[in-house]
């Protein structure tokens, strides 16, 4: 059974940094692109950040260039996200996303792409 765990979300001020991580089970991880994504209330699941699989590429949302990073250790069967400067507007949900890419690692950001979600870590930035 695949089992993608969030941990890392929390409150904090605008300015700060989070680092979320997310736990990877029952899949080859290694074989996964992985991504995150994030939804704020009221509106439709947003991508934010992808990683192919062995880590040597990456994609941003521009929304969050160059003040989010994405991550992956395939001998933790983790991923990350560290971000940076956070801003109200990054307040949602966020969850990890676990894609096979078959037919190799192209349109990172559909969530389509995915076979796998997790359940999603809070972040709330406060103003």
């Known amino acids: 059974q695949v089992q993608l765990v969030e941990s890392g979300g929390g409150l904090v001020q605008a300015g700060a940094s989070l680092r979320l991580s997310c736990a990877a089970s029952?899949?080859?991880?290694?074989?996964?692109?992985m991504a995150w994504f994030r939804q704020a209330p009221g509106e439709e699941r947003e991508f934010v950040a992808a990683?192919?699989?062995?880590?040597?590429?990456?994609y941003y949302a521009d929304s969050v260039k160059g003040q989010f990073t994405i991550s992956r250790d395939n001998a933790k069967n983790t991923v990350a996200l560290q971000m940076n400067s956070l801003k109200p507007e990054d307040t949602a949900v966020y969850y990890c996303a676990a894609g096979l890419f078959v037919a190799g690692w192209r349109t990172p950001d559909t969530p389509a792409r995915y076979n796998y979600w997790g359940q999603g870590t809070q972040v709330t930035v406060s103003s």
């Open positions: 029952g899949l080859t991880f290694s074989t996964y692109g």
């Open positions: 990683i192919s699989r062995s880590g040597a590429s990456t």
